[in-house]
């Protein structure tokens, strides 16, 4: 039980001056979106978001479970946080701090015993419920995880323009969560639940808002958004290439992306959404894991390294701009030196613009955890180092391959420098050019120039549409 002082003084504060609110994201990029989402819910509770977390009324931390590291980062940052409130309470100013996201989802009121200073932990499912949570936790800390049977998507207020125009031209829009795959490695299907699609009617109306405040870009997101099956505007199941075709109408939107695909949801039609939509963006994320078949098939990932490379393939002849990222794991139980020879191999055929790699973490509650023959924690620093040295220099021929080439960039925001603007390639590659800061929501031909380590550099092909609307 809070002490009744504190509870009357937040009462009072509920009541009057606006709140600020400080929001830290941990993982994927359905976490920055549901981030954002939760700043759209707590806003008309009169909490204004601040980047000063010494000033928040209210601290959120959404949380990622995917990884050990992951998980313990936000134990070591609460550990933080308990002294800060410390210190705020000293100059009487009480401070609620939530734990949002999968860590909530997966560890529940076990958080609140390991750390008292949290006074509500609520799960990537529920958060459309944080004004009567944080309500709630002034008497006594809550706990919120229940998987609940109305859809939190309608219970949550929409952004202001103003509020999305600050968000920037480029946005995240989640279409599907949840997994029903139970790859053994990985969590999320016990984190985020069972698979669902909401309804396109809906997306679309999101769509809408976002483009009409100035947005340009969505990037549709789902744990497994190629397996899309949402209930179709004309009530008939669409699929992820069929709304990816609604949204290219909406008016103002430019660019289409998805993330993240598994490959076995990579249907016929959807490569077909490649060839035909010039709004979807040549770029796909097609997570692989491991090159060797023994592997891939103790992962439950149901497919082989052959008929990756074959989609691939496929994928490319529809779209032969295409190009590709991945995620790779290191180190899963059993993994031999022959094994990750061949996960270098098919990195080596397929090549890949980037990737993302990681050396495998056994998560509690799943089956990899359980498995004989973990590897060695040196093995996988060695094999890791290896395999990022790889796609590291694929990264790099792939962005020296763009220099000479004219190519459609999207600004995004002021240059780094004075009388510069950034914006992104098709291929998620920052690119930097002279220009005024009028061409940020614009999406115009640059020849790339140069490249940098981690930019590209490039000039307007018709300086002369600068100005223009
Ligand atoms: N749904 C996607 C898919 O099918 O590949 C990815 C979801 S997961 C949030 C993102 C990535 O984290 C995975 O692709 C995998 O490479 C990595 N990952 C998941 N569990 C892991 C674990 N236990 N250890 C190391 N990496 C893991
Ligand atoms: Fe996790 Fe992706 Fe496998 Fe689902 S498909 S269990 S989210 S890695």
New binding site residues.
Partial sequence: MKPASDRAEFAAREASEPKKLFIKSF??QMNVYDATRMADVLAPEGYEETAQIEQADLIVLNTCH??EKAAEKVFSELGKLRQLKEERQARGQSTRIAVAGCVAQAEGSEILRKQRAVDLVVGPQNYHRLPDLVRESVSQPVVDTEFPVEDKFDHLTAPSDEKIRERGVSAFLTVQEG?D?F?T????PYTRGAEISRPAAKIVAEAEVLARAGVREITLLG??VDAYHGMGEDGAIWSLARLLRRLAQVEGILRLRFT???PNDMTDDLIEAFADLPALMPFLHL?V?SGSDAILQAMNRRHSAQDYVRLIEKIRRARPDLALSS???VGFPGETDADFQATLDLISEVRFASS?S??????PG?P?AELPDQIDEAIKTERLYRLQELVERQRQQFNASLVGQITPVLFEKPGRHEGQVAGKSPYLQPVQVDGRVELIGRQVPVEIVRCGSNSLFGRLVDPGSEGAA
Avoid: A, E
């Fill in positions: 993982g994927c995917i990884r997994c795959k790859c490695f990985c969590v999320v744990q497994n993240t695909s598994h997570p894991q995620d790779f794991i993302f990681f050396k495998y973490s056994p998560r799943t990899g």
